[in-house]
Structures are given as structure tokens and as C-alpha cells.
């Protein structure tokens, strides 16, 4: 499709495993985002990519989170040693030069 | 800690009334966007405000910036249905780095 994909729509996992969301941007968008949005919140910045190197990635709470971009394109948030307290939405958007956002539908992240 | 506070956060009218949406901040932001989000969907901008004191309009959705560039507000016109949805705020403070806001829900009923 022409919009940002997210893969799993859903995901229920137990506390303490790991986790794996993945994300494919519009095609030929460079910069791509992910966000968290908790039951009502607002999205909450994670980390963001230029091509395939992350170019800021302040958002992401503590080491059991990482995200890789290998190739400049499709992206994957990893989740280690899930906890209780991962369980949000986890969005993804990607942009062109016009920095305007396009958000995929995420991945609803339920650990148990 | 969400920097953006919106008011109010739930709202419940009647479809041909109007609506006011409000959000403010401490922080200065470059540019201060608005999005709609529905359910099981993620947020689609609506607008993007950059200059203080500037007015946007978006059919029967009027966008205005602060002129200190703190605080926004959102007014619709004659509500309908689809207008429904979650509005939520989100100032830049990097590219591609957005602060949002908690949101406001909007029900509009027929």
C-alpha cells in the first residue's frame, strides 16, 4: 500500500520475553519515527532515523529497547525482557523532505 | 510529563453546535501542529502553525498560534459526526521531534 505498514497490528506476550515490532515507511521517505502512545496519552517521542543511522534516540526509556534500520528503509523496535509497563500503542511514521509526518495504525503491544 | 496541556479533555455536542479546543504550554515551540486520531488508527495532521498570532483555516476548523508561540486553539464550526475523533496538539522542538499533548475527545452526535 501507499501508507506507512505496521506489523503485528497486535501482540500479546508475557512479561519478560522479547519482542520484536516492525515498521515499513512510505516508500522513499528517509526519516523515520517511532512514538508510544499509552491508553490516554499522547504519542511519546522514542527515536528517530536519517536514512540508517539513528539521529536521535532520547526518547528510548532504558537499554531494553533498541531499533535498527539496516538498510535505510524497513525498521524493527526490539523489546527485551518485556515488562507489565511496555504495554502501549507502538506507532510508526515516516517523512520526506517536507518533514510532514505520516503515522502507520501500530502495533498494540499487550504483555502480560 | 506531557509539556502540552489541552482542555478541555472530553467533549460531548450536538452536531450543528460549535466547539473550541484549547492548548497551552510553558515552552516556546519553532512550530505547533494539530492532528486527528480515530480509533485503531495512528494521528493525521490537520495543520501546521508557525508564525505568532497566525490564523488557519481549514474549511469549517479554525487554527490559531499564540502570539508569545505557547499556546493554540482549535475551533470548529457547525460540528458534524465525523468530526469525532481525538484531537491532540504537538509542539516541535527538533525535526521530526514531537512533544503532543494528551488530547481532547470530541463526540459529535447526530
Known amino acids: 500500500g501507499a501508507g506507512v505498514s505496521q506489523t503485528p497490528s497486535n501482540k500479546v506476550t508475557e512479561k519478560g520475553k522479547y519482542v520484536e515490532l516492525r515498521c515499513d515507511p512510505i516508500s522513499g521517505h528517509t526519516a523515520l519515527y517511532w512514538y508510544r502512545q499509552s491508553l490516554g496519552q499522547g504519542p511519546e517521542f522514542l527515536i528517530y532515523f536519517q536514512g540508517t543511522g539513528a539521529a536521535d534516540d532520547s526518547g528510548l526509556p532504558n537499554d531494553r529497547f533498541f531499533a535498527v534500520r539496516p538498510e535505510g528503509s524497513v525498521s524493527t523496535l526490539k523489546i527485551q525482557r518485556t515488562e507489565r509497563g511496555d504495554s502501549a500503542v507502538y506507532l510508526c511514521?515516516?517523512?520526506?523532505?517536507?518533514?510532514?509526518?505520516?503515522f502507520g495504525e501500530g502495533s498494540r503491544l499487550t504483555v502480560l | 510529563t506531557q509539556l502540552l496541556e489541552q482542555s478541555p479533555q472530553f467533549l460531548s455536542i450536538q452536531e450543528g453546535e460549535n466547539l473550541t479546543v484549547y492548548c497551552n504550554s510553558s515552552?516556546?515551540?519553532?512550530?505547533l501542529q494539530w492532528y486527528r486520531q480515530e480509533p485503531g488508527e495512528g494521528p493525521v495532521l490537520l495543520v501546521t502553525v508557525v508564525t505568532g498570532g497566525e490564523v488557519k483555516k481549514l474549511k469549517r476548523l479554525t487554527f490559531q498560534f499564540g502570539d508569545a508561540r505557547k499556546d493554540s486553539s482549535l475551533h470548529i464550526t457547525a460540528a458534524q459526526p465525523g468530526d469525532t475523533g481525538l484531537y491532540l496538539c504537538?509542539?516541535?522542538?527538533?525535526?521530526?521531534?514531537?512533544?503532543f499533548g494528551a488530547g481532547t475527545q470530541v463526540v459529535v452526535t447526530p
Open positions: 504537538a509542539g516541535e522542538s527538533g525535526w521530526g521531534k514531537l512533544q
Open positions: 511514521a515516516s517523512s520526506s523532505d517536507t518533514g510532514e509526518l505520516f
Open positions: 515552552s516556546v515551540f519553532s512550530s
